[in-house]
């Protein structure tokens, strides 16, 4: 089981960039996908990014691709976020998320972060 703290959101400029990053407890962290989902005011939670536990594999939501970008250390036990040329509409509430999975109903994952909020401002 894991535990998940994320770190890094705040209030920036349309165009402007942050990081955010998620520090995990658990002893199995690089055995499994990470990733980071978000939930803006008044919608459902969506997928975000996805890593592997090696980095080999990345995915993004085409809402971000191309502006995001996701990294990880397992030394280090952390997932990062990084995210550039920031739109209004990324406005959300983003959540660290472990042993990230897809299935017929879409990406979810078993643990959970409590999240950190980014606002981007017009």
């Known amino acids: 089981q894991e535990q998940l703290v994320e770190s890094g959101g705040g209030l920036v400029q349309a165009g402007d960039s942050l990081r955010l990053s998620c520090a995990a407890s658990?002893?199995?962290?690089?055995?499994?996908?990470m990733g980071w989902f978000r939930q803006a005011p008044g919608r459902e939670r969506e997928f975000v990014s996805r890593?592997?536990?090696?980095?080999?594999?990345?995915e993004y939501a085409d809402s971000v691709k191309g502006r995001f970008t996701i990294s990880r250390d397992n030394a280090k036990n952390t997932v990062s976020l990084q995210m550039n040329s920031l739109k209004p509409e990324d406005t959300a509430v983003y959540f660290c998320?472990?042993?990230?999975?897809?299935?017929?109903?879409?990406?979810?994952?078993?643990?959970w972060g409590q999240g950190t909020r980014v606002t981007v401002s017009s």
């Open positions: 998320a472990g042993v990230v999975i897809h299935g017929g109903a879409g990406w979810t994952a078993y643990y």
């Open positions: 658990g002893s199995a962290f690089n055995r499994y996908d």
């Open positions: 890593i592997s536990g090696s980095s080999a594999e990345k």
